[in-house]
């Protein structure tokens, strides 16, 4: 994961690493999830696999009663006015998912890139390292 931005899969924003998915490409993206506006309350929800994230002009807020989460927020910049995330929006840097090329994809802003560096990357690689031990 390279170049954040952010996109639309099935009516859900979802990180993706590359700015423009081509025939040849796939991409990986993370689900920013609400959880039926829930956040991390959610009953069975794993709060420490997930970080707040949220759109620029905005402060990450944590919900009443949630959890602790594992990361720290993360900053979007927004392409259009029109659009916006809601204060329950979350990154699961857990699921890892491969959008193909064929897949249509609506891209409505991207990461900070000093977030992704910072905060995005190493959230998903402690998450992969995690599965990965715990599976063998």
Request: with cysteine.
């Amino acid at each position: 994961m390279r170049n954040p931005s952010l996109l639309v899969q099935n009516g859900t924003p979802v990180v993706v690493d590359t700015p423009s998915i081509t025939p040849q490409d796939s991409g990986l993206v993370l689900p920013i999830l609400t959880y039926e506006r829930q956040g991390c309350n959610k009953k069975g929800v794993k709060p420490l696999k997930h970080g707040i994230i949220y759109q620029d002009g905005k402060s990450p807020r944590m919900l009443p009663g949630e959890p602790k989460l594992g990361f720290n927020p993360v900053r979007v910049i927004l392409r259009e006015k029109t659009e916006q995330l809601i204060k329950e929006s979350r990154v699961n840097y857990a699921k890892l998912q491969t959008v193909e090329h064929n897949f249509r994809v609506y891209f409505i802003g991207k990461v900070d890139p000093d977030d992704f560096k910072k905060i995005v990357i190493p959230a998903v690689d402690y998450c992969w390292e995690s599965k990965w031990r715990h599976n063998n």
